[in-house]
Protein backbone atom coordinates (compact mmCIF):
# COMPACT_ATOMS: atom_id res chain seq x y z
CA UNK A 1 0.00 0.00 0.00
CA UNK A 2 1.85 3.00 -1.06
CA UNK A 3 1.74 6.55 0.90
CA UNK A 4 -0.80 7.83 -1.78
CA UNK A 5 -3.33 5.23 -1.19
CA UNK A 6 -3.09 5.88 2.16
CA UNK A 7 -4.05 9.58 1.53
CA UNK A 8 -6.49 8.52 -0.81
CA UNK A 9 -8.55 6.69 1.57
CA UNK A 10 -8.00 9.55 4.10
CA UNK A 11 -9.86 11.97 2.11
CA UNK A 12 -12.30 9.25 1.24
CA UNK A 13 -12.71 8.60 5.10
CA UNK A 14 -13.51 12.72 5.35
CA UNK A 15 -15.77 12.98 2.09
CA UNK A 16 -18.31 10.58 4.24
CA UNK A 17 -17.71 11.08 7.66
CA UNK A 18 -21.56 11.67 8.32
CA UNK A 19 -22.43 8.20 6.55
CA UNK A 20 -22.20 4.82 7.70
CA UNK A 21 -18.62 3.73 6.83
CA UNK A 22 -15.72 1.56 8.54
CA UNK A 23 -12.38 0.75 7.33
CA UNK A 24 -13.76 -2.53 5.38
CA UNK A 25 -15.35 0.17 2.75
CA UNK A 26 -12.66 2.27 3.38
CA UNK A 27 -10.25 -0.15 1.67
CA UNK A 28 -12.83 -1.30 -1.01
CA UNK A 29 -12.86 2.33 -2.11
CA UNK A 30 -9.05 2.28 -2.65
CA UNK A 31 -9.01 -1.22 -4.20
CA UNK A 32 -7.41 -3.28 -1.32
CA UNK A 33 -8.37 -6.57 0.80
CA UNK A 34 -9.66 -5.27 4.21
CA UNK A 35 -6.24 -7.19 6.22
CA UNK A 36 -3.98 -5.44 4.06
CA UNK A 37 -5.65 -1.50 4.28
CA UNK A 38 -6.21 -2.38 8.30
CA UNK A 39 -2.79 -3.82 8.43
CA UNK A 40 -1.34 -1.42 6.86
CA UNK A 41 -2.64 1.87 8.09
CA UNK A 42 -2.57 1.02 11.70
CA UNK A 43 1.43 0.68 11.27
CA UNK A 44 1.81 4.06 9.16
CA UNK A 45 -0.58 6.10 10.55
CA UNK A 46 -0.64 4.74 14.23
CA UNK A 47 -4.12 4.20 14.68
CA UNK A 48 -6.52 2.39 13.01
CA UNK A 49 -9.13 3.47 9.94
CA UNK A 50 -12.02 3.00 12.85
CA UNK A 51 -10.25 4.81 15.33
CA UNK A 52 -9.85 7.26 13.19
CA UNK A 53 -13.33 8.05 11.93
CA UNK A 54 -14.11 7.72 15.20
CA UNK A 55 -11.42 10.78 16.61
CA UNK A 56 -12.85 12.94 13.39
CA UNK A 57 -16.46 12.48 14.60
CA UNK A 58 -15.99 13.36 18.18
CA UNK A 59 -14.09 16.35 17.49
CA UNK A 60 -16.70 17.49 14.79
CA UNK A 61 -19.54 16.75 17.72
CA UNK A 62 -17.68 18.75 19.95
CA UNK A 63 -17.50 21.76 17.58
CA UNK A 64 -21.42 21.56 16.74
CA UNK A 65 -21.72 21.54 21.01
CA UNK A 66 -19.90 24.81 21.01
CA UNK A 67 -21.22 26.71 17.77
CA UNK A 68 -24.79 25.50 17.88
CA UNK A 69 -28.01 24.62 19.55
CA UNK A 70 -28.05 21.00 18.42
CA UNK A 71 -28.91 18.67 21.25
CA UNK A 72 -27.41 15.43 21.84
CA UNK A 73 -29.99 13.03 20.65
CA UNK A 74 -29.21 15.32 17.09
CA UNK A 75 -25.57 14.61 17.03
CA UNK A 76 -26.13 11.15 18.40
CA UNK A 77 -27.77 10.23 15.03
CA UNK A 78 -25.85 12.37 12.58
CA UNK A 79 -22.58 10.84 14.26
CA UNK A 80 -23.41 7.24 13.61
CA UNK A 81 -24.57 6.11 17.30
CA UNK A 82 -27.12 4.18 18.42
CA UNK A 83 -28.77 6.11 21.29
CA UNK A 84 -27.89 9.39 23.04
CA UNK A 85 -26.07 7.25 26.05
CA UNK A 86 -23.64 5.85 23.63
CA UNK A 87 -22.87 8.65 22.09
CA UNK A 88 -22.08 10.31 25.53
CA UNK A 89 -20.03 7.51 26.78
CA UNK A 90 -17.74 7.83 23.72
CA UNK A 91 -17.75 11.56 23.83
CA UNK A 92 -16.89 11.78 27.23
CA UNK A 93 -14.24 8.83 27.10
CA UNK A 94 -12.08 10.81 23.97
CA UNK A 95 -13.07 14.02 25.31
CA UNK A 96 -12.61 13.57 29.01
CA UNK A 97 -16.11 15.95 29.34
CA UNK A 98 -19.96 15.27 29.29
CA UNK A 99 -21.65 16.34 26.07
CA UNK A 100 -23.11 19.09 28.47
CA UNK A 101 -20.01 20.02 30.00
CA UNK A 102 -18.94 20.77 26.28
CA UNK A 103 -20.96 23.45 26.01
CA UNK A 104 -19.95 25.38 28.80
CA UNK A 105 -16.93 28.13 28.20
CA UNK A 106 -13.57 27.00 29.16
CA UNK A 107 -13.84 23.83 28.73
CA UNK A 108 -11.26 21.72 27.17
CA UNK A 109 -11.97 19.49 24.42
CA UNK A 110 -9.45 17.15 22.14
CA UNK A 111 -8.97 18.23 18.52
CA UNK A 112 -8.15 15.47 16.31
CA UNK A 113 -7.75 17.07 12.70
CA UNK A 114 -7.76 15.43 9.82
CA UNK A 115 -4.54 13.64 8.55
CA UNK A 116 -2.16 14.67 5.97
CA UNK A 117 0.41 12.43 5.13
CA UNK A 118 4.07 12.94 4.14
CA UNK A 119 7.48 11.22 3.34
CA UNK A 120 10.17 13.10 5.64
CA UNK A 121 13.52 12.24 5.54
CA UNK A 122 15.11 12.23 9.03
CA UNK A 123 19.17 11.68 9.38
CA UNK A 124 20.83 9.67 11.74
CA UNK A 125 18.28 6.66 11.42
CA UNK A 126 19.91 3.07 9.76
CA UNK A 127 17.33 -0.05 9.09
CA UNK A 128 19.56 -2.99 8.67
CA UNK A 129 17.70 -5.60 6.35
CA UNK A 130 18.92 -8.13 3.93
CA UNK A 131 17.40 -9.91 0.90
CA UNK A 132 16.99 -13.30 0.40
CA UNK A 133 15.54 -16.03 -1.94
CA UNK A 134 13.27 -19.15 -0.78
CA UNK A 135 11.82 -21.75 -3.38
CA UNK A 136 8.89 -23.73 -2.27
CA UNK A 137 8.72 -24.09 1.71
CA UNK A 138 6.58 -26.62 3.80
CA UNK A 139 5.18 -26.35 6.99
CA UNK A 140 3.99 -28.35 9.69
CA UNK A 141 1.99 -26.13 11.49
CA UNK A 142 -1.20 -25.65 14.01
CA UNK A 143 -3.36 -22.90 12.26
CA UNK A 144 -6.36 -21.23 13.56
CA UNK A 145 -7.88 -18.36 11.94
CA UNK A 146 -8.17 -14.80 13.17
CA UNK A 147 -10.65 -11.60 12.58
CA UNK A 148 -8.63 -9.02 10.34
CA UNK A 149 -8.97 -6.69 13.19
CA UNK A 150 -6.73 -8.51 15.49
CA UNK A 151 -3.58 -7.85 13.39
CA UNK A 152 -3.14 -4.28 15.26
CA UNK A 153 -5.39 -3.89 18.02
CA UNK A 154 -3.07 -2.95 20.64
CA UNK A 155 -5.74 -4.69 22.95
CA UNK A 156 -5.87 -7.99 21.62
CA UNK A 157 -3.75 -10.51 22.65
CA UNK A 158 -5.66 -13.28 20.45
CA UNK A 159 -2.48 -14.93 19.06
CA UNK A 160 0.08 -14.14 22.15
CA UNK A 161 -2.74 -16.59 23.34
CA UNK A 162 -2.61 -19.02 20.90
CA UNK A 163 1.25 -19.42 21.45
CA UNK A 164 0.32 -19.79 25.32
CA UNK A 165 -1.97 -21.80 24.87
CA UNK A 166 -0.24 -24.41 22.30
CA UNK A 167 2.88 -24.18 24.84
CA UNK A 168 0.48 -25.54 27.72
CA UNK A 169 -1.35 -28.02 25.99
CA UNK A 170 2.32 -29.09 24.82
CA UNK A 171 1.33 -29.24 21.09
CA UNK A 172 4.43 -26.88 20.10
CA UNK A 173 7.53 -29.32 21.53
CA UNK A 174 6.52 -32.33 19.96
CA UNK A 175 6.91 -30.38 16.59
CA UNK A 176 10.29 -29.02 17.95
CA UNK A 177 11.65 -32.21 18.43
CA UNK A 178 10.85 -33.46 14.51
CA UNK A 179 14.22 -31.30 14.43
CA UNK A 180 17.65 -31.86 15.10
CA UNK A 181 19.03 -30.35 17.96
CA UNK A 182 20.27 -26.54 17.40
CA UNK A 183 18.07 -26.52 14.53
CA UNK A 184 14.17 -26.50 16.55
CA UNK A 185 13.41 -23.17 15.25
CA UNK A 186 9.67 -21.86 15.72
CA UNK A 187 7.42 -20.20 12.59
CA UNK A 188 5.12 -17.61 13.25
CA UNK A 189 3.29 -17.81 9.95
CA UNK A 190 0.40 -15.44 9.13
CA UNK A 191 -1.37 -16.16 6.04
CA UNK A 192 -2.26 -14.05 2.79
CA UNK A 193 -5.39 -11.99 3.00
CA UNK A 194 -8.29 -12.73 0.62
CA UNK A 195 -10.71 -10.06 -0.38
CA UNK A 196 -13.66 -11.73 0.28
CA UNK A 197 -12.77 -12.90 4.12
CA UNK A 198 -12.85 -11.25 7.10
CA UNK A 199 -9.85 -13.74 9.31
CA UNK A 200 -6.75 -14.35 8.21
CA UNK A 201 -5.07 -17.71 9.27
CA UNK A 202 -1.54 -17.99 11.62
CA UNK A 203 -0.18 -21.30 11.98
CA UNK A 204 2.82 -22.04 14.43
CA UNK A 205 5.05 -24.32 13.06
CA UNK A 206 8.65 -26.40 11.92
CA UNK A 207 9.35 -26.36 8.43
CA UNK A 208 9.36 -29.53 6.72
CA UNK A 209 12.99 -30.41 4.70
CA UNK A 210 15.64 -32.91 4.75
CA UNK A 211 16.54 -32.52 7.93
CA UNK A 212 13.18 -33.11 9.52
CA UNK A 213 11.66 -36.24 10.78
CA UNK A 214 8.60 -36.93 8.79
CA UNK A 215 7.91 -40.40 9.73
CA UNK A 216 4.97 -39.78 12.11
CA UNK A 217 3.57 -36.92 9.79
CA UNK A 218 0.58 -38.51 9.02
CA UNK A 219 -0.52 -39.04 12.66
CA UNK A 220 0.35 -34.84 13.28
CA UNK A 221 -2.16 -34.43 10.59
CA UNK A 222 -4.46 -36.56 11.83
CA UNK A 223 -4.68 -35.17 15.27
CA UNK A 224 -5.11 -31.48 13.72
CA UNK A 225 -1.42 -30.51 12.57
CA UNK A 226 -1.62 -28.71 9.30
CA UNK A 227 0.43 -28.66 6.01
CA UNK A 228 1.61 -25.20 5.40
CA UNK A 229 3.38 -24.39 1.73
CA UNK A 230 4.55 -21.60 0.44
CA UNK A 231 5.94 -20.66 -3.30
CA UNK A 232 8.80 -19.20 -4.78
CA UNK A 233 9.57 -15.74 -3.00
CA UNK A 234 11.74 -12.89 -2.29
CA UNK A 235 12.02 -11.48 0.96
CA UNK A 236 13.07 -8.78 2.76
CA UNK A 237 14.51 -10.17 6.28
CA UNK A 238 14.86 -7.67 9.49
CA UNK A 239 15.83 -8.39 12.79
CA UNK A 240 13.61 -7.80 15.37
CA UNK A 241 15.60 -6.61 18.89
CA UNK A 242 14.37 -6.68 22.06
CA UNK A 243 12.98 -8.25 24.86
CA UNK A 244 9.37 -9.08 23.78
CA UNK A 245 6.95 -8.92 20.88
CA UNK A 246 6.82 -5.29 20.96
CA UNK A 247 10.10 -4.98 18.71
CA UNK A 248 7.74 -6.66 16.31
CA UNK A 249 5.16 -4.25 15.62
CA UNK A 250 7.82 -1.65 15.35
CA UNK A 251 9.54 -3.38 12.64
CA UNK A 252 6.54 -3.56 10.70
CA UNK A 253 6.34 0.29 11.14
CA UNK A 254 9.42 0.87 10.10
CA UNK A 255 9.16 -1.51 7.40
CA UNK A 256 5.95 0.84 6.03
CA UNK A 257 7.38 4.27 6.75
CA UNK A 258 10.63 3.68 5.98
CA UNK A 259 11.56 0.68 3.70
CA UNK A 260 9.06 0.64 1.24
CA UNK A 261 8.68 4.28 0.24
CA UNK A 262 12.45 4.55 0.28
CA UNK A 263 13.29 1.57 -1.92
CA UNK A 264 10.62 1.26 -4.12
CA UNK A 265 9.82 -2.81 -2.99
CA UNK A 266 6.00 -3.53 -2.39
CA UNK A 267 4.67 -6.01 -0.02
CA UNK A 268 3.42 -8.95 -1.93
CA UNK A 269 0.26 -11.58 -1.01
CA UNK A 270 2.37 -13.96 0.09
CA UNK A 271 3.01 -15.52 3.49
CA UNK A 272 4.96 -13.56 5.96
CA UNK A 273 6.98 -15.00 8.89
CA UNK A 274 8.72 -14.85 11.80
CA UNK A 275 11.15 -16.91 12.88
CA UNK A 276 11.79 -17.46 15.98
CA UNK A 277 15.54 -19.39 16.36
CA UNK A 278 16.32 -22.67 18.84
CA UNK A 279 19.85 -20.65 19.38
CA UNK A 280 19.77 -16.89 18.34
CA UNK A 281 22.34 -14.12 18.74
CA UNK A 282 22.09 -12.07 22.06
CA UNK A 283 19.08 -9.92 22.05
CA UNK A 284 17.49 -10.86 18.60
CA UNK A 285 13.93 -11.76 19.35
CA UNK A 286 13.16 -13.08 15.97
CA UNK A 287 13.67 -12.53 12.37
CA UNK A 288 10.87 -10.97 10.08
CA UNK A 289 10.30 -12.42 6.80
CA UNK A 290 8.41 -10.15 4.41
CA UNK A 291 7.50 -11.00 1.08
CA UNK A 292 8.04 -8.43 -1.51
CA UNK A 293 8.40 -7.77 -5.19
CA UNK A 294 10.92 -4.65 -6.37
CA UNK A 295 10.02 -1.98 -8.30
CA UNK A 296 11.59 2.25 -8.82
CA UNK A 297 12.81 3.55 -5.41
CA UNK A 298 11.03 7.00 -5.04
CA UNK A 299 13.47 9.80 -5.16
CA UNK A 300 14.41 11.36 -1.65
CA UNK A 301 12.16 14.29 -1.23
Not at 74 to 102: D, I, M, N, V, W
Not at 125 to 148: C, G, K, T, W
Not at 211 to 221: I, M, R
Request: glycine share 6%; net charge negative; charged share 25%.
Amino acid sequence: MSIQLIQRAICYMEAHMLETINYEEVARAVYMSSYDFHRTFRFVVGITANEYIRNRRLTLAALELQQTSISVLELSCKYGYESPESFSKAFTRFHGSTPKQARQKGAILHLFNPLVIKITIEGGSIMDYRMEHRDNQRFLALVRAFPNETINDENDHSIPDFWNECHVKNLVEPLRQLRPEGKRDLYGLCGPAVKTETHFNYGIGVILDEETDVTALQEFLANGYTLWETGPAEYAVFSCIGPSADCIGETWSKFYREFLPQTGYSQTDDTDYELYFEKGEKDLFCELWIPVKSGTPQESR
